[in-house]
């Protein structure tokens, strides 16, 4: 009895929906349980919690979150949703690589301890927002894992995985979070200009721009 009450318990966990895809191009699936089963899923899915989202080459996702949020999820990207917004626990994205597009409408902070409603994480960096548009970049292999940052609208406090120091990036600019170097003021970024902020699935949605650029901008600018 002990058994059955454990695997129901179980299978209640993982069949909390967080939200909708409502606009899929491409390959896109998701990733459930440790073993990652896999399977194709389209409009109309209802995304579970800790489902990994997976797009691949030239594919998108758009998802409507139960706490009115809205992500666009770029190609080639990685995501889940660990965490939807309650009394004291805000709503927690993590992104292993790729990118996503974030729309979060502004909420009241959920507690003293947890002043913000929406959090984002991937494997070197954190961000913490009320309410704004921003981006998010995860992208390369261990010392060279990089996450990139920019804010369209609003203000989201950004900080490195064990690091007490938080900037905060306000409208219009971008920061670089990497694991081995320090992080630097935010500031403008040049390639950010060419990111396609819409969400409106019936315009043109795709992102063209590559997180390469970024690079080149960093070669390019002088940022002294």
């Known amino acids: 009895m002990k058994l059955l009450l454990c695997i129901i318990t179980t299978f209640n966990i993982f069949a909390v929906s967080v939200g909708e895809v409502i606009f899929t191009k491409g390959d896109v699936s998701v990733e459930v349980g440790k073993k990652k089963n896999t399977r ?12 990994i989202v997976v797009t691949g080459k030239k594919s998108l996702a758009v998802i ?3 706490d009115k949020s809205t992500l666009k999820v770029d190609k080639n990207s990685k995501m ?8 004291l626990t805000p709503t927690k994205v993590e992104i292993s690589k790729g990118a996503v597009f974030f729309n979060i409408i502004k909420k009241k902070a959920v507690g003293k301890k947890n ?13 913490g927002v009320r309410g704004t548009t921003f981006f998010v970049s995860a992208s390369g292999k ?16 950004a900080k490195r995985h064990k690091s007490t120091k938080a900037v905060l ?14 992080v630097d003021n935010p500031r403008p ?7 396609n902020w819409e969400f409106n699935t019936q315009k043109n949605i795709e992102n063209k721009v590559d997180i390469s ?12």
Request: glycine share 6%; net charge positive; proline share 2%.
């Open 142 to 157: 261990d010392k060279n894992y990089d996450t990139w940052m920019c804010v369209k609208e609003g203000i989201v406090e």
């Open 115 to 127: 002043p913000v409603s929406f959090k984002v994480q991937t494997r070197t960096a954190a961000m």
């Open 64 to 66: 409507k979150l139960k």
């Open 189 to 195: 970024l040049p390639w950010t200009q060419g990111l």
């Open 40 to 51: 194709k899923i389209n409009k109309g899915h209802k995304l579970q919690l800790n489902e």
């Open 213 to 224: 650029n970024a690079y080149k901008d960093i070669l390019d600018q002088d940022y002294d």
């Open 80 to 87: 889940r949703v660990s965490s939807i917004l309650k009394k």
């Open 169 to 182: 990036v306000k409208t219009g600019e971008g920061v670089k979070l990497s694991r081995t170097e320090k």
